[in-house]
């Protein structure tokens, strides 16, 4: 994970509108760096049954 800096996730240019950076994606990135899998072994895709799957890949180092 990069530590240290700001990293924008959002497309909007105002940094406080996170309409399109859903918490999910921040818990399924976290989950992944950590090392927990979905049952069948492989990386999870999406955190919960709610918002947008995949992950971050601005906050990976």
Known sequence: MKTGQYIKVTRQQDTVQDADAPH?????????????????GGPIKNFGSFGEEGEFDELKA
């Open 24 to 40: 999910n994606k921040l818990l399924t990135t976290l989950a992944n760096a950590v090392g927990c899998t979905e049952e069948g």
